[in-house]
């Protein structure tokens, strides 16, 4: 039973930090990819990061790439995402997402993902 929960979200200053976590069970990560997307009230949900199991390989939205890092912990079932230079339009519900296989390409789409953990609110005041 394949499932992720999110958290770590909050409120924060803009130019400062945040690290969510994004726990999974009921799957190998080397098998999977997993991402970080967010919505943002009255927008589509976008993609803000993934990172492919089996290579590591890691990519990021255009918006967050140099603020932004994904990382795993295989130990702990987790991946993160540190979030650094926030900035207001960061604001959004942050949700972590899995698919299997790890698509080959266009990986930040989020019709491509099967399975979702709850949303963490991440709000970032000016």
């Known amino acids: 039973d394949v499932q992720l929960q999110a958290s770590g979200g909050g409120l924060v200053q803009a130019g400062g930090s945040l690290r969510l976590s994004c726990e999974y069970s009921?799957?190998?990560?080397?098998?999977?990819?997993i991402a970080w997307f967010r919505q943002a009230p009255g927008k589509e949900r976008e993609g803000v990061s993934c990172?492919?199991?089996?290579?590591?390989?890691?990519e990021y939205a255009d918006s967050v790439k140099g603020r932004f890092t994904i990382s795993s912990d295989n130990a702990k079932n987790t991946v993160y995402l540190q979030m650094d230079s926030l900035k207001p339009e960061d604001t959004a519900v942050y949700y972590c997402?899995?698919?299997?296989?790890?698509?080959?390409?266009?990986?930040?789409?989020?019709?491509?993902?099967?399975?979702w953990g709850q949303g963490t609110q991440v709000t970032v005041s000016s």
């Open positions: 990172i492919v199991g089996n290579d590591g390989s890691i």
């Open positions: 009921g799957f190998p990560l080397d098998l999977y990819t």
């Open positions: 997402a899995a698919v299997s296989p790890s698509p080959f390409r266009d990986r930040l789409n989020v019709k491509l993902y099967d399975f």
